[in-house]
């Protein structure tokens, strides 16, 4: 707490020199990860590198190091962008708008908006008691946990612009084509009555009105500390896994089994996905590794869409303001849309 | 003063309440709480990311969680 104090009380010139060494730090961090491990466990410790357990353990330790510093940064830096938008500033823009473009606008704005599934319900009633078309705010629903800032820092961080631009564009498309079709269905009837009649009281407070500097930068920190405690679990699960996969997993099973030529991987992998509660942080570890083993990244990417996209504490909670036909439909669609982005990438990408 | 704090019960709702009897009690404000959380009721605030805080019928914020001190800056003009 000691620390957000004194982010509250902060004059410029020392927010901005704060952040300035903060950034340097972090390169440095960044920087030394890599030849440290090298140094410790092969010169001081007298690891081979090149074994199975050495391989393993190098992994785990760099890896671990460097999505957190990942994580930390990107978290950060998206927090204090975002904090110029809100979930009220985005209703307000998704208000006039008709279904088609309406979808468009509702997925672009799910990305750059502040926005955590836990609120999920309250903006649901938000949006269609305002007059927002079910099928428009389903499209944002989808696009805020798709493509998400912690998956963006770790696509970059692990393998580049390439297949993080088309994990962006393919979590767009998906968004708009799923909320477009939810919504030609007419799925006002599977929406539980009392969110028609929920009237809008209130003068709506926009938490991004009147934020000075210091507020966001706080709110950076105080995003970054709150995710990474709520992820760390299953970040060291994920590369636990990954370490595991690089040092053991034979790539010859992988390849005859799960290589491009099997049509049915990616199918298989995204309903592998569907169930496992997971996030970003807690797959892409694995995804890197199995990458490595020569999996395609299509089937990966739509695995690691199909974890984050669809959980099961998420549907529970939108089950107070969605019947179940309507819970099933949208799981079906998001799952086909999924699949269908699957095996775009492994035709397009070179394995 | 009647405080309401919006939210489903989870941990930032539970933290927000934290801070503001923090807050209320520095500034020695005779305050009643009340925990809101029913969905429909939160919504009709006008509150589309939990938690949010209410004084007497008036959102004063929502969607994160504020360091007390940030509270009682809210709150004291109130008092």
Redesign the interface.
Known sequence: MAVMERVHRATPLERWAGLGAAALGWWALYSVNLPFWDWLLRDVVGLDLETRLGSGIHFFLYDTVKILLLLAGIIFLVTVLRSFMSVERTRAILGGRREGVGNVAAAALGVVTPFCSCSAVPAFIGFVAAGVPVGVTLSFLIASPLVNEVAIALLLGLFGWGPTLLYIGAGLTIAIVAGFILGRMRPERWIEPFVFETTLGGQAVDPGYALTWNDRVQMGLEEVRDILKKIWPYLLVGIGIGAAIHGWAPEQWFADHAGPENLLAVPLAVLLGVPLYSNAAGVLPMVEALFDKGLPMGTLLAFMMATVALSLPEMILLRRVLKPQLIGLFIAVVTVGIVAVGYLFNAVLPA | MHIKILG?G?T?CANLERVTREAAAELGLDATFEKVTD??A?????????PGL?VD?????????P?A??VKELLAPLA
């Open positions: 489903p989870c930032n969905y429909g939160i919504a009709g605030y006008g509150v589309m990311r939990t209410v019928e008036a959102l004063l914020m929502s969607g994160r969680v360091t001190s940030a």
